[in-house]
């Protein structure tokens, strides 16, 4: 499974939620145009077999699941990859423990020159943000939408942009050098179908 060029990247909202709960917005949110899919839970229950249902769903739409934080579970489960936080160890060892066909991703925050270094040492994308206020990260600090100006002029793979992003507001980001757009409650906070769709159409408009 590969990572996509382009697209609408959704983040997973499991909190107060059941199993069948979260993968029928998951699905969702698929059918609406999203083309990848992380499954992040800071206070998980079963996150195995949350997981594995979540694969299963996305592979149906030939989606690749990533796992947060975890190459562990990323590994158990057989996920198409993991996406590494400041905290959750080297590109190196998820590529020793995942396999050389994993997509490995890594959070770059504001910082344009470790998202170059990223990019050499086998980062398949990287991930600026947060760029407008966020309610999953409320405290995070911000990123410059110059960041992303900066990192298109050097970085060929794939860039995400997260944090507050909302349909009025990610084409704005798109023009400055995103290749995708990570959303969490944008998504999982509306009808997951219709808003995945609203986020989608932006990658069909011209240029601002």
Not at 74 to 91: F, N, P, Y
Not at 137 to 165: D, N
Request: glycine letters at 10%.
């Amino acid at each position: 499974m590969k990572f996509p060029r382009r697209g609408l990247y959704a983040i997973t909202q499991p909190e107060n939620k059941t199993i069948n709960q979260v993968v029928k917005d998951v699905e969702a949110a698929l059918r609406g145009g999203a083309r990848v899919i992380q499954y992040r839970d800071k206070n998980p229950v079963n996150a195995s077999q949350l997981a594995s249902l979540l694969l299963e769903i996305c592979h149906t739409y030939d989606a690749p699941l990533l796992i947060n934080d975890s190459i562990e579970l990323a590994l158990t489960v057989g996920a198409d990859g993991v996406h590494l936080g400041r905290d959750d160890g080297e590109i190196s060892a998820a590529r020793r423990k995942l396999g050389p066909n994993a997509i490995i991703g890594v959070s770059c925050y504001n910082d344009v020159e470790k998202a170059r270094a990223m990019a050499v040492a086998g980062a398949d994308y990287v991930a600026f943000g947060r760029f407008f206020p966020s309610g999953t990260k409320p405290l995070a600090a911000p990123a410059e939408i110059i960041s992303l100006e900066r990192a298109k002029q050097s970085i060929t793979v794939p860039i995400v942009a997260i944090g507050g992003i909302l349909p009025e507001n990610g084409g704005q980001l798109l023009t400055a050098g995103a290749d995708l757009l990570a959303v969490i409650g944008g998504v999982f906070d509306h009808e997951p179908e219709a808003a995945a769709r609203a986020y989608q159409a932006l990658f069909n408009q011209p240029p601002e």
